[in-house]
């Protein structure tokens, strides 16, 4: 059973209060740490709205490079398994594995690894980036 509000929510809420009720209320000189808090929020916020899907969809996309047998022998649950598997790929990156052939695959991969991370911390910039 859920409860309303779920995390993001209340993330929500908390930002909306900061922004809307409390910064006013900050002399000049504490309104941009203020700011900074607010958009804190804001990336735990979308965070916890996505941050199940894109873990699954990058655990997808390295099972396509690995194999799903490689990908899920690494660990015993989703992030250990991300973790360790990204891991291997920073490693293999660097050794020249994917030189070549693989390179396009391997090319994509990063990009949407990218694009997750902007969405989550960098909406805006992955909108006027034209990278969606």
Same mark, same amino acid.
């Given at each position: ?71 899920? =022998? ?33 090319? =994509? ?24």
């Amino acid at each position: 059973m859920r409860h309303n509000p779920d995390a993001a929510g209340l993330l929500h809420i908390a930002r909306q209060t900061l922004l809307n009720e409390l910064l006013e209320l900050l002399p000049e000189e504490r309104r941009y740490a203020m700011r900074m808090a607010a958009n804190a929020l804001a990336i735990a916020a979308r965070e916890a709205e996505t941050a199940d899907v894109d873990l699954v969809e990058e655990l997808r996309l390295l099972s396509e490079l690995y194999g799903e047998d490689e990908v899920q =022998a690494a660990g015993a649950n989703l992030h250990e398994r991300i973790a360790k598997t990204n891991k291997r790929f920073a490693r293999d990156i660097r050794d020249g594995i994917f030189d070549g052939a693989c390179a396009q695959g391997v090319q =994509a991969l990063l990009m949407d690894q990218v694009r997750a991370r902007l969405r989550i911390s960098n909406p805006g910039y992955l909108k006027a980036a034209d990278l969606e």
